[in-house]
């Protein structure tokens, strides 16, 4: 059974930085591509950054600069490095096994100004 956990939201201020996780178990991390999503209040879940599974990566305009996604592979995990943050970053943010419908909890960040 696949199953995503995402870790490292939080309330930070405008210009701050966090890291976000997600360790995928199940079997089949090393294979496939991955992608973070991030939902605000009342809006649709829109893509941030996917990377390959050979480390290829692409980024939504909105965050080019800003943020970095990796992933470890002997870990099973892949992070999202997230610097000079904005408001309109906040959003609850989910990691996903592309092209599965295969997603985690999700996890908050709030980004104050």
């Known amino acids: 059974q696949v199953r995503l956990v995402e870790s490292g939201g939080g309330l930070v201020q405008a210009g701050g930085s966090l890291r976000l996780s997600c360790e995928v178990s199940?079997?089949?991390?090393?294979?496939?591509?991955m992608a973070w999503y991030r939902q605000a209040p009342g809006k649709q879940r829109d893509l941030v950054a996917q990377i390959t599974s050979g480390g290829s990566t692409n980024y939504a305009d909105s965050v080019k600069g800003r943020f970095t996604v990796s992933r470890d592979n002997a870990k099973n995990t892949v992070y999202l490095q997230m610097n000079s943050l904005k408001p309109e970053d906040t959003a609850v943010y989910y990691c996903n096994v592309v092209p599965y419908d295969y997603w985690g909890q999700g996890t908050q960040v709030t980004v104050s100004s």
């Open positions: 199940g079997g089949i991390f090393g294979g496939v591509d």
